[in-house]
C-alpha cells in the first residue's frame, strides 16, 4: 500500500467522493498491506439502512490497522438486536457495539396541544426506552456502546419557536441529547458519536436529503454517512490505543510568521498586534491545549538551537522550551530527526505527527518515516481547523493518565540526560529515588488497565488484549493474583505502568497477562514484579510459576525475558509461543533499586 | 504518447457512465449497453446503485429528481436522462 493512498484516506476535507466511487480498490488496497492487523467483531445496529455506513467504517478501520467484521442487524432492528441479541450475535460476540440511529428513530414528539407536564412525560418515556436497551446490550456483551446522538431534521414546524417552546421537534431533541449526555457522563464504556456536530458541518439541507431517505431508507446523505464513519472510526481506534500520542511541529512559519534565524525574533510575525500574528498564536494555543490533554509535543526545525530558542523565548509565545519533550533545532535531514526523537521518547514511528508548512519538508519525513502522519495542514489560518478534523488525538477514554502524560515524558527525556553521569546503572536507578506501588485491579484503574492491554506492544508477553469488563473478571475471580503497578519517581508519578494476573491452578501459578509501559523500561520494574508474584505465591502455598511468551512481531524484546529473570525454558506451546517455569522455594529474591509497597488499591481513588 | 492521449474523441456519456460502473463495481471487465439491468451486471445491487446514481450527478453536474430515479429501468434510460440534461 503506498502512502498517497493512506492519504487519500484519512485528510481534511475528507474526498468522500474518491471513498464511495473507489472503495472496493481502497479496501483492496488496505487489506493487502503488511500490518499486525488488530481484529474487532463490531455489531452496527441501525435505525436505518446502513450498509454504505458498514463499507465505509471498514475503510476507515482498516486505514487505521484494525479489521473489522461487522454485523449489520436486519432495516430498522437496533432496539430489539441490543435488547435482546440474536443467535448471530451470541455466535460472534461483539467487541464494539455501534448504534445508528438519527431523529428519524425518534417515534413520537409531542404534540402542538400538549401540556409542558406531557412534553415532560414523552421525554422521559422516550429516555428510557434508550437507557433500557443500552444497559440490556452493556450487561449482555460487556463492550464498549458507541451510541450516535441526535442530529436535526432541517425543518421547523414551529419555526424560530421549534428551539424553545417545550413542544417544538428541535427542543425535544435538545432535551433528549442532554439526557444522552449525562448518560456518557455517568457510565463508562459509553461514548456518543457526536453526528450533531457533522450534520451541521455538512449543512442540515444536505444531510436531510429526503431523496436517501425516502428510496433508499437513509438516514443521511452519502456525504454524512461517510462522515459518520470516519467519526465512529476515530472513537475505535481511540479505544484500541491507536491514537497518535506526538505532535512534532517545525517553527519557521509553522509556529510563527517569518524565519527567525534571518528576521530576528523580534520580527516574528506572532502575537495580538498583526492578522497574521494572532493566527500564530492561535495555532499555538491549540498545541499547548493539546500538549495539556497529554499530547507529546516536539520540535523538528532546521535553525540553530540558540536561534530556535530565542524563538520560543518571543514573549508572545504561547508555547515554551520547557512545553516540549524534545527539541531538535539543528541541520540534520528532518526524518533523521524524527527517528532519533522516536528512540528517544521510546514512541512507535505510528504514534507520530508532524506539522510543517514545507512540502518538501513533509514528503522527506514521510518517506523516510512512512508510518508517521504527515497531513498537508493548509495555510497557516486553517493549522487548526485542518489538524482538529483530522482526529489524531481523539479524546475517547481521557484519563488522569492521559493528563499526566506530557509531562512524564518531559521527565524522562531529563532522566535520560542524567544517565551519563553516573558509575554504574544501579546507582543511576538509585539516584531516581523510585517508589513501586502494587494494588489489585481496583475499580478506579479498570479503565487504565484495558487500556494497557489494548495499546502495549513491546513489553507485552501475552499480548492478551482485554475489555474493562475482563478485567472486571479477572478481579473478581478469586484464582487470580492481579497486580497493577504504579512507578513514581523523583521527576514524575508514572501513574500504572505494569499489569500482571496469573491464574492459579492446582499448585502452579500461570502469568496469563503480563505487560509493561515502555515508559520504565530499564528501571527493574520486571524484576519488582516477579517478586511480587512470589509473594502473592508464597502466601497461596503455590509451588511454582509458568510464564508463557507468545511471539508477535513486535515484543521481540522480551523473548528473553524468563530466562533473564531465572525461569526455566519449558518447551513450546501450540501456538509458536514457549513455556517457563520457575520453582518458588528456589526462588532468590532480585536486587530491586526501588521501594516496594503492596496494597489492596481500594485506599487510591 | 501524449500525441495518442490527446487524439482520443472526448468520452461519450455512456463511456463515463460505464467508467463510474468499474469503479463502484470493482470491476474492470464491465462493458455497458443500454439494455443492461441489475439482473444482467453482477454486483449491481441496491447499495451499487445509489451510488452510481450520486456519482453520476457529480461527473454531469445534474441532479435527478425521486421520479425520475424511480422511473429508471435500465443503463439506458439512466443515459438517456443524463443526455437530456447536459444537452439542454
Known amino acids: 500500500m503506498n502512502r498517497t493512498t493512506m492519504q487519500d484516506i484519512i485528510r481534511y476535507p475528507l474526498d468522500t467522493k474518491l471513498l464511495l466511487r473507489k472503495k472496493k480498490a481502497l479496501r483492496a488496497e488496505l487489506l493487502a498491506r503488511p500490518t499486525q492487523w488488530l481484529d474487532k467483531n463490531i455489531a452496527l ?104 446522538n441526535f442530529d436535526r431534521p432541517d425543518y421547523r414546524l414551529l419555526g424560530n419557536r421549534d428551539i424553545w417552546d417545550h413542544r417544538g421537534r428541535s427542543a425535544f431533541i435538545n432535551q433528549l441529547n442532554q439526557r444522552l449526555y449525562a448518560y456518557a457522563r455517568a457510565h463508562a464504556q459509553f461514548y456518543i458519536n457526536d453526528i450533531d456536530y457533522l450534520a451541521q458541518e455538512t449543512g442540515l439541507a444536505a444531510w436531510n436529503d429526503p431523496i436517501y431517505w425516502h428510496m433508499y431508507k437513509y438516514a443521511c446523505c452519502l456525504d454524512g454517512i461517510v ?64 500538549k495539556d490533554m497529554g499530547v507529546v509535543l516536539g520540535i523538528n526545525s532546521k535553525n540553530d538551537e540558540a536561534n530556535a530558542r530565542a524563538g520560543l523565548a518571543h514573549p508572545d509565545s504561547v ?44 514528503a522527506l519525513v514521510q518517506a523516510g518515516m512512512p508510518d508517521a502522519a504527515v497531513p498537508d495542514p493548509g495555510t497557516p489560518e486553517q493549522y487548526v481547523r485542518v489538524l482538529d478534523h483530522l482526529g489524531y488525538f481523539e479524546a475517547a477514554g481521557l484519563s488522569a493518565e492521559d493528563l499526566a502524560r506530557a509531562d512524564q515524558y518531559r521527565a ?56 474493562e469488563g475482563d478485567i472486571q473478571r479477572m478481579a473478581a475471580d478469586p484464582a487470580y493474583v492481579c497486580l497493577a503497578g504504579r512507578l513514581a519517581d523523583k521527576f514524575a508519578d508514572n501513574g500504572i505502568v505494569t499489569v500482571a494476573a496469573a491464574q492459579q491452578q492446582g499448585d502452579a501459578l500461570h502469568i496469563r497477562l503480563w505487560l509493561m509501559s515502555c515508559r520504565v523500561l530499564k528501571r527493574g520494574l520486571e524484576d519488582a514484579v516477579r517478586t511480587a508474584l512470589l509473594r ?30 531465572g525461569f526455566a525454558a519449558a518447551g513450546a506451546t501450540d501456538n509458536g509461543g514457549t513455556v517457563w517455569r520457575l520453582a518458588v522455594a528456589d526462588a532468590a529474591d532480585s536486587p530491586l533499586h526501588m521501594r516496594v509497597t503492596y496494597s489492596t488499591g481500594e485506599d487510591n481513588a | 504518447m501524449r500525441g495518442a492521449f ?16 468499474r469503479d463502484i463495481i470493482g470491476r474492470a471487465d464491465i462493458t455497458l449497453k443500454p439494455t443492461d439491468t441489475p439482473a444482467d451486471i453482477a454486483g449491481w445491487d441496491s447499495v ?38 447536459t444537452q439542454k
Open chain 1, 536 to 565: 502473592a505465591a508464597r502466601e497461596r502455598g503455590v509451588r511454582e510459576l509458568v510464564g508463557y511468551y507468545y511471539p508477535t512481531p513486535q515484543n521481540g524484546m522480551v523473548q528473553n525475558l524468563y530466562a533473564s529473570l
Open chain 1, 45 to 148: 445496529l441501525g435505525g436505518s439502512t446502513t450498509a454504505e455506513l458498514a463499507d465505509q467504517l471498514e475503510l476507515f478501520l482498516l486505514a487505521h490497522g484494525i479489521r473489522p467484521n461487522i454485523y449489520q442487524s436486519e432495516f430498522g432492528q437496533y432496539w430489539q438486536d441490543a435488547m435482546f441479541g440474536n443467535e448471530a450475535l451470541t455466535a460472534c460476540p461483539p467487541d464494539i457495539v455501534l448504534i445508528h440511529t438519527t431523529w428519524r428513530n425518534i417515534p413520537r414528539f409531542a404534540d402542538i396541544h400538549a401540556a409542558p407536564a406531557d412534553t415532560a412525560a414523552l421525554l422521559d418515556a422516550e429516555f428510557g426506552r434508550w437507557t433500557q436497551m443500552w444497559q440490556a446490550a452493556a450487561a449482555r456483551w460487556g463492550c464498549p456502546i458507541i451510541q450516535n
Open chain 1, 227 to 290: 462522515r459518520i464513519a470516519f467519526s465512529a472510526a476515530n472513537i475505535i481506534k481511540a479505544l484500541y490505543g491507536k491514537n497518535k500520542k506526538a505532535l512534532v511541529l517545525d517553527l519557521d512559519n509553522t509556529l510563527w510568521g517569518g524565519v527567525v534565524g534571518d528576521d530576528g525574533p523580534e520580527h516574528l510575525a506572532l502575537g495580538p498586534e498583526t492578522p497574521k500574528g494572532a493566527v500564530f498564536s492561535a495555532f499555538q494555543q491549540y498545541c499547548k491545549e493539546l
Open chain 1, 319 to 362: 508555547l515554551h522550551a520547557e512545553d516540549f519533550a524534545c527539541i531538535k533545532a539543528n541541520w540534520e535531514p528532518k526524518d533523521r530527526n524524527l527517528r532519533a526523537m522516536a528512540q528517544e521518547l521510546c514512541l512507535g514511528a505510528d504514534s507520530f505527527v508532524f506539522v510543517d508548512d514545507n512540502p518538501a519538508e513533509r
Open chain 2, 6 to 21: 490527446l487524439r482520443r474523441p472526448p468520452m461519450e456519456p455512456i463511456q463515463k457512465i460505464q467508467e463510474i460502473f
Open chain 1, 412 to 467: 524522562r527525556a531529563q532522566a535520560a540526560a542524567q544517565q551519563d553521569s553516573f558509575v554504574d546503572y544501579g546507582q543511576y536507578l538509585d539516584s531516581l529515588q523510585m517508589e513501586a506501588r502494587f494494588t489489585g485491579f481496583a475499580p478506579v484503574y479498570v479503565q487504565r488497565i484495558a487500556q494497557l492491554t489494548n495499546k502495549s506492544n513491546q513489553f507485552n508477553l501475552t499480548t492478551l488484549r482485554c475489555t
Open chain 2, 48 to 85: 451499487a446503485h445509489i451510488n452510481i446514481l450520486a456519482a453520476i450527478q457529480d461527473e454531469f453536474a445534474v441532479e435527478l429528481s425521486l421520479d425520475e430515479i424511480s422511473g429508471f429501468a435500465n443503463a439506458g434510460d439512466i443515459i438517456a436522462a443524463i443526455t437530456a440534461k
